[in-house]
């Protein structure tokens, strides 16, 4: 693909746009081109390129699959993409257009902005219209494209980019928004896109599912085939052989790319077994890549960096398809394809087993794909000069696949029922169809290297030895904070993998039975904010079903606006009443979410809490059970014993997300000060159902 780049309001806007231009140059090495409003320029190297005086300037840099197009095009539209319909759409509105980025720009002009929702492909562009500037992206965010609105504004394909620039307060554009802003009021502003439904889930039978999945999947591939050559990443599950069975069905010549870790100590990786077994059986032409130990810490140099996290399960991902692409590179490939998508949209996480509505957490996931999983496989396929391909989130496939009933992809232990049938019924053998999802930080061996890495540097986690390699934080988040067990825990987690936590968010309800928000003792949270040492954004509410939802949005837009976050931390652990209206809110306001402790197993959570040193005390019951004896008690593993105890014999949800008990943090590594309590009164409305009501508390050094 490409790369895309611009500055506005900005006097130096020429030196910023050349400069990111040099960051960028790993995304298209077949030219660079600047753009201002009268000028433009193009070069086979961006050290060519002049320094435009304008105080606004686009740039683009290019990597050419569909004929070569020189950009920015009529010196305001830029673009990353591939849109895979763009003869079609050229035929039908007799469009004079020499490859898709133009027909995209022509589209725009004919017919506005929603021309876009005819696009079938992935792309991010700019489009400069006098006044005006619109960026956008596809809807699940396949290509990336960042901004930042502080002296000017800004935006590129790569965070990176940005900061090269000078530019600190960078966020990612939510796909699910076109981005719009007004040069001459320096004003941003979003216009709504909407997303898949599950709205109508199918009644159909298997079999008529599985002959319109087939059709779905076998156009998804063929459409995306291109006339350069290419190659498959491959690890021998049934994702990826079943694209490599399609791409020889069809004729095409690839080859398949696998990638490992080996070494004396480590047990051979599962991946390069089965790679290698499928390869053989199907009779696939397979490269395999293999590090030792020894060599990782050289490409973590490159590769954290380069995704500008330090997230253990990201790192360890992008070890074995950062190498498997680098070869592929080398052997002259222009386009990479690969399998992800397929456990999102089939359900093959442990997470849709253990959800309540299986589609509705298959697209739960998809809206978290783009910052999850798909802006690190770009940039590390880019960065390979490699456009990336991923038929499992063709659109029309991902729509038709989040309406396929429940039963047809899990049931026991089976899961992506209907896919695998699919795939046995295109000739895969069912010994290779029916093989577990194993992650490719598992399956490669890279996460155990990192974890040999990190014992023989003596520290005590991945986290901490990946931290050497990429100082900055992945993104600023605010907590959804409570003062409970479960906000206090999530945000340990989130510092434990380098994330950036700026500040609590609280909403203090009114109403003691909140659908939403937790209610004893909330004056706590202030004394609680004191002792962890973290600002807090405090807010009233009423605590009405749904318009609460309200004033969590006016606390988020306040903790957007004070503390630039970009992102919100819950501590939801199967509540999806809870998560589903926080997600909906963090998305109206271009907020990730995250929540790091969902679908945790209760009982292994509240003893992670206390093994990891934390503290907390029962402030409230509600359930047959529980007595007085409970209130202002701190739960020790005896404790958890009892309600694992009460769990098998009436029910009791053993860390009480059913409303049975309230909590409050009390101690912990997050807190620099610990919290006592002075004084306190237990306050009981019949025999399990009572109050722990504070009275005075202090804080008092650890």
């Known amino acids: 693909m490409c790369g895309i780049i611009g500055v506005f309001n900005s006097q130096s806007a020429g030196s910023k746009v050349n400069k990111g231009l040099q960051i960028l140059r790993n995304r298209g090495r077949d030219g660079f081109g600047i753009a201002d409003e009268s000028s433009f320029y193009f070069s086979k190297t961006f050290t060519s390129l002049p320094v435009l005086k304008s105080n606004h300037v686009i740039g683009h840099c290019l990597h050419a699959v569909v004929g070569v197009v020189k950009q920015p095009i009529d010196k305001k539209f830029a673009a990353n993409c591939e849109i895979y319909n ?4 050229k035929g039908k509105y007799k469009i004079n257009a020499s490859n898709d980025a133009e027909l995209m720009l022509r589209m725009i002009e004919r017919k506005g902005i929603s021309a876009v929702e005819e696009f079938d492909g992935v792309y991010a562009f700019v489009f400069w219209n006098g006044n005006e500037v619109i960026l956008g992206r596809d809807i699940l965010g396949e290509k990336p494209v960042w901004y930042s609105h502080a002296d000017g504004f800004a935006f590129a394909s790569e965070k990176k980019a940005l900061e090269a620039i000078g530019c600190y307060d960078v966020l990612e554009l939510n796909p699910r928004k076109f981005l719009r802003y007004s040069i001459r009021e320096d004003r941003i502003d ?21 002959k319109a999945l087939e059709k779905l999947l076998f156009q998804a591939v063929r459409k995306r085939v291109p006339n350069k050559k290419f190659g498959l990443l491959f690890s021998g599950g049934v994702d990826s052989t079943f694209l490599a069975v399609l791409l020889k069905k069809m ?31 199907l009779g696939l032409r397979l490269k395999v890549s293999t590090l030792a130990v020894s060599r990782v810490p050289a490409l973590l140099k490159k590769i954290v960096p380069l995704i500008e996290d330090t997230n253990v399960t990201k790192v360890c991902v992008a070890l074995p398809f950062f190498v498997a692409c680098k070869q592929a590179s080398k052997d002259g490939c222009k386009v990479i394809f690969s399998g992800l998508g397929s456990e999102e949209i089939f359900a093959g996480y442990q997470r849709h087993k253990n959800s309540a509505d299986i589609n509705k957490e298959c697209l739960s996931g998809l809206l978290k794909l783009y910052e999850r999983d798909l802006y690190r496989d770009d940039v590390v396929t880019m960065h390979n000069n490699l456009e990336l391909r991923l038929p499992f989130l063709d659109k029309e496939l991902v729509s038709y696949a989040l309406r396929i009933p429940a039963e047809y992809k899990l049931k026991g232990d089976s899961d992506k029922i209907v896919f695998r049938k ?14 577990k999802k194993r992650a490719a930080q598992y399956g490669s061996n890279f996460l155990k290297a990192v974890d040999k890495l990190a014992k023989k540097n ?15 934080h992945n993104l600023r988040l605010g907590v959804l904070f409570s003062g409970g067990k479960d906000s206090a825990y999530a945000l340990y987690v989130m510092q434990r993998q380098n994330y950036k936590i700026d500040c609590l968010i609280s909403l203090v309800s009114e109403n003691p039975d909140s659908y939403m928000f937790h209610t004893p003792n909330m004056g706590m949270v202030r004394l609680q904010s004191e002792a962890i040492g973290l600002p807090l954004i405090e807010q009233l509410t009423k605590g009405t079903e749904e318009i609460e939802l309200e004033d969590l949005e006016r606390a988020l837009s306040k903790a957007k606006e004070t503390y630039g976050i970009d992102g919100v931390v819950t501590g939801a652990l199967y509540s999806s009443y809870q998560r589903d209206r926080i997600e909906r809110s963090c998305d109206k306001h271009g907020l990730k979410i995250f929540s790091p402790l969902w679908h945790l197993n209760q009982e292994s959570e509240l003893r992670e809490i206390i093994d990891n040193g934390f503290k907390f005390i029962v402030t409230k019951i509600a359930a047959d059970g529980l007595d007085k004896s409970w209130l202002g008690k701190e739960i020790t593993h005896k404790d958890i014993d009892k309600l694992v105890q009460l769990n098998k014999r009436i029910g009791i949800n053993i860390a009480f997300e059913g409303g049975e008990a309230e909590t409050l943090m009390v101690d912990g590594p997050i807190f620099k000060t610990k919290i006592i309590i002075k004084e306190a009164e237990k306050v009981m409305e019949n025999n399990y159902i009572g109050l722990f009501r504070i009275i005075k508390a202090e804080l008092q050094e650890r």
């Open 86 to 89: 763009w003869l079609e759409l």
């Open 190 to 210: 979003f216009i709504e896109r909407s997303f898949f439904s599950i709205a109508h889930e199918m009644k159909f039978p298997m079999s008529k599912i599985e």
């Open 422 to 435: 699919v795939a046995e019924n295109a000739g895969l053998a069912p010994g290779f169809s029916q093989r």
């Open 458 to 472: 003596g520290l005590s986690s991945k986290s901490a030895y990946l931290r050497a390699f990429y100082t900055k």
């Open 251 to 281: 004729g095409y010549d690839f080859t398949c790319y696998t990638a490992a870790c080996v070494q004396e100590g480590l047990k051979a990786p599962e991946d390069l077994v089965y790679a290698k077994e499928v390869a053989k059986a």
